[in-house]
């Protein structure tokens, strides 16, 4: 009889190298059936647009990858995965099936179901860890609970000792079967708005390994005080291909000690982008344990907060149209490349949520539709911790300053002119504050506030003693029991 194969299942895993369902599957020498499912059963936080536009090109590399090293073919089909899965293994007899474990509350549901089925049909079934530097539940405290605070988690994290880095399989006979062509997905946009998105981004494993060749020969440096800059290429830019697993944390943290224990005078700046990828970790683990932080506060007083909806304001803050330069630049750097500065996200965050008293959740949508990295974890986890309604989060008074923030990490004023060529001309001085600019300096800049750029949308002082007012009405901060313990 032949020799019946077994089901690696590609999810947010879309490597070959440092791939554990992968790699372990290949070694049981059993013919690999390699798929992707497109999920359309689960309906909660569908890719959002952008996402959706690098899952099309990342499925692209991952397809040509295995075609090229392996002759193998990725499957694609889509549908309901408790379905496929199953009629899959019926159709081509496998024994096993092989996956990477996803964090989300959704994903979680849906796995533990269709591990449930297999195993009820006597069918092997071998799930890893394959995105986070250790499971949630492998750090915790001394009473052996969840960490509810960064430092302490991050301290216990840097105790643990990491898996070592898996090859890429090397060889494997892959089975055939009946597969969607990638277009049939219609991840693509319609309409062309993506030009900035290929300007910018390069889906994919290659491309993932060689930027962080990149940032940790070119960036890495004086990482721990240029990444407040958004002018600068400081950051690394790997949260898409970490979203999508085109690279490991496995494979970043090895890379990233490597580097330093050949550089010592680098050590701060490495060990400070290790923890900034400790942050990625503890929103995971935060998901794990409060699943619903993606829709309600982690601390439920903040669910009584008296937001003040209000669609022109939205529509101002995602257009980049609010007359705060350094926010508008940041929505509309989101709007044209997918991605946003780190230092900018935190600014935008804050003015929607205190300045403008809209519902952190609003923020978050529109990042989850627009982000190339939306991440159900570090997109709930950060909003929250802006929002001051997180664990461990910024406390709600400490309400940023979008002036002082734009003259303390843009002080020329390059990064807001960049974005916002209509104040490409003023004087730097004014740059972060236009309405205060005198008449003639406004004229020479060729600038009519309220025409070319608009007048701010709220007085940053009233805005700042209103949200203040609001947060005092708020019932004594409670922290939420965790119901998702174990
Ligand atoms: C309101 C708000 C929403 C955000 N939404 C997302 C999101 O949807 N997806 C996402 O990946 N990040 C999100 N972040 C976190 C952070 O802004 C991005 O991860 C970072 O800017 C990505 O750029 P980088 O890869 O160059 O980061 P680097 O500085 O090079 O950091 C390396 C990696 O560490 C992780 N990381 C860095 N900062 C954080 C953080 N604060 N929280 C969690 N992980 C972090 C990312 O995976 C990142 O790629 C959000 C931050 C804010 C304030």
């Not at 293994?89 to 269709?114: F, G, M, S």
């Not at 935008?348 to 990295?373: C, M, N, R, Y």
């Not at 001085?429 to 406004?442: Q, S």
Request: glycine share 4%; hydrophobic share 40%.
């Amino acid at each position: 009889m032949k020799n019946p194969p077994v089901i690696v299942w590609f999810r947010q895993d879309l490597r070959i190298h440092d791939n554990p369902a992968f790699f372990y599957a290949a070694k049981t020498k059993a013919p690999l059936l390699l798929v992707y499912i497109l999920d359309t059963k689960t309906k909660q936080w569908q890719p959002g647009a952008a996402s959706r536009w690098w899952l099309h090109h990342s499925l692209d590399a991952l397809s040509k990858e295995l075609s090229q090293k392996y002759q193998a073919k990725l499957i694609l089909t889509m549908g309901n995965p408790a379905q496929i899965i199953p009629s899959l293994v019926k159709e081509h007899q496998a024994t096993a099936v092989y996956w990477n474990r996803c964090y989300e509350p959704q994903a979680i549901l849906r796995d533990q179901e269709i591990k449930q089925d297999l195993m009820n049909k006597k069918i092997e079934v071998h799930s890893f860890n394959g995105a986070l530097l250790k499971e949630p539940w492998e750090v915790l405290n001394k009473s052996k609970q969840p960490f509810k605070v960064f430092t302490p988690f991050w301290k216990a994290l840097q105790q643990h000792i990491m898996r070592e880095i898996l090859p890429a399989p090397a060889q494997f006979i892959s089975v055939k079967a009946q597969s969607l062509n990638l277009e049939a997905y219609h991840l693509l946009p319609t309409l062309p708005w993506d030009n900035g998105l290929k300007e910018n981004w390069v889906p994919g494993e290659v491309a993932a390994k060689n930027h962080l060749k990149q940032f940790l020969t070119k960036h890495v440096k004086d990482y721990k005080v240029l990444r407040d800059y958004p002018k600068l290429r400081a950051t690394s830019r790997l949260s898409p291909h970490l979203h999508f697993g085109e690279i490991s944390p496995i494979q970043i943290w090895h890379a990233a000690m490597a580097f330093k224990d050949k550089n010592a005078s680098l050590q701060t700046d490495i060990m400070h982008f290790l923890s900034e990828i400790a942050w990625r970790e503890f929103s995971n683990y935060l998901l794990y344990y409060f699943p619903e932080l993606p829709d309600k506060a982690y601390q439920t007083a903040f669910n009584h907060f008296p937001w003040e909806i209000n669609k022109k304001y939205l529509s101002a803050w995602q257009k980049g149209l609010t007359g705060y330069p350094i926010v508008d630049a940041g929505m509309r750097e989101l709007w044209h490349t997918g991605w946003m500065h780190n230092r900018v996200r935190m600014i935008v965050a804050s003015f929607l949520i205190k300045h403008l008293l809209q519902p952190w959740q609003s923020g978050e949508a529109w990042f989850w539709d627009t982000l190339v990295d939306a991440d159900l974890a570090n997109n709930a986890a950060s909003w929250q911790w802006v929002a001051g309604s997180g664990a461990d989060a910024a406390p709600y008074f400490r309400i940023f300053n979008p002036i002082i923030q734009g003259e303390k990490f843009d002080k020329d004023g390059e990064y807001v002119k960049q974005w916002v060529p209509e104040l490409k001309q003023l004087e730097a001085k004014f740059v972060h504050k236009p309405w205060e600019a005198p008449d003639n300096v406004l004229k020479q800049a060729g600038i009519r506030l309220g025409q070319d750029y608009p007048l701010p949308i709220v007085n940053h002082e009233s805005a700042r003693k209103k949200a203040l007012a609001a947060y005092k009405k708020l019932p004594k901060i409670t922290t939420k029991k965790r119901p998702n313990q174990g």
